[in-house]
Structure formats: C-alpha cells, structure tokens
C-alpha cells in the first residue's frame, strides 16, 4: 500500500489551524498530560491546569498514559490522541476493513478514539490512490447503463428571450441530448401546453 503520511499530515495540520478540532502535537500532547496529571494531585492552584481538568484525565491504555475525555460516562474507555499517529491509525484501519470506506472506519474507530472525526477519515481517504478508481470507475458504469442510447435522457428548457422578442415568438425552447449534448432550439409563440407538447413530439 502506498505511503503519503507527509502529504496527509500537511493538509491535517492545514485543516486544524482553521477548525475547532482538539488535536494536539507529539509535545504538545505529553505538556497536557502532565498538567492535568498535577493538577488533579496538587490543590488546583493553576488556573489553566484547572480548566485542563474539566476537560480531560488520564488514564493508562495498553501502557501508556493517555488524555480521555473528563466526562466520560461510558463503559468503554475512549482517548484523544495525537497528529503524528493519526495517519498510522487510520491506515491499519483501511488496511484491516479491505480498504474499507468512511462510515465503516468511522463505526470502527469512535469506539476507540475521541478526536478521530469523519471529517479526517475523508481527508485520508482522498490521498488514497487504490481507492479512487473504483469510485470514478462505478460512476462512469452506472452512466453506461442508465444512458447508453440517445435520446434517452435530455434536457428541455423553455427562454423568454424578452425584451428581443422577434415577431410573435417570444420563447425559446430548447432540448439538449444527455449522452451526445446534441442540441436544438424553437422558437415559442407562448408557453402553452398544448405547443410545447407539440415540439416535443416533433
């Protein structure tokens, strides 16, 4: 499979400037860790540490300490984690489902990580290549099936050409074939039922 971690993070970090997403740095992360971990042993005296606390604990996860949501009220233990292991976790996940689409590697991944959004789960699919093609490639089948012949699909259209209007015709009415966008126009004296149906027969 193939490797764009540096492109995936360079656009994530793009993504999480300009957004509300909580996700920290490597460095960024273990700061948070220790200030929350001081302060719910201190007196709570640092007042960014005690709004750390309201948001977060941390909790030992396969042996490793790990910031988990302060209001936790579910059975499973679910933990924020950090750019720089993003990528490799979304990847096992792809790799694991058989290059599983979004809403699958989400229903797998939010039992698991609090701050890996759909959103990214749609950034990291959109670098990935073996997946691309079998999107276009269903696209294009379905317009085969569905639109093969001409004049099996079109669009009508009806202009009023006013204030150009040329004798007594002041419409346009206009048919463009989906498949071959072949087109031809007629002009309309009005917009009645019975003359367009007309048109459309010829």
Request: charged share 30%; net charge neutral; with cysteine.
């Amino acid at each position: 499979m193939e490797d764009f971690k540096s492109e995936f993070d360079e656009a994530l970090n793009k993504v999480v400037k300009i957004s509300s997403m909580k996700i920290h740095d490597y460095s960024e992360y273990k700061e948070v860790l220790c200030r929350v971990a001081k302060a719910r042993n201190n007196d709570f005296s640092d007042s960014k540490g005690r709004r750390l606390v309201k948001m977060y604990k941390v909790a030992i996860i396969d042996g490793e300490s790990r910031l988990i949501p302060a209001n936790n009220a579910s059975t499973r233990i679910v933990c924020y984690v950090y750019m720089e292991e993003i990528y490799s976790i979304l990847q096992e996940s792809h790799i694991r489902l058989n290059h599983g689409d979004c809403q699958s590697m989400f229903n797998e991944l939010k039992y698991k990580y609090v701050n890996i959004t759909i959103d990214i789960i749609q950034l990291y699919l959109s670098f990935c290549k073996a997946c691309l093609p079998k999107k276009n490639t269903a696209m294009k089948s379905f317009d085969e099936i569905m639109y093969q012949e001409m004049n099996s699909r079109c669009r009508l259209d009806i202009i009023d050409v006013k204030p150009h209007y040329d004798g007594d015709y002041k419409y346009i009415f206009s048919y463009e074939d989906y498949k071959t966008k072949y087109c031809f126009l007629r002009p309309l004296k009005s917009v009645c039922p019975n003359e367009v149906a007309t048109i459309v027969v010829d």
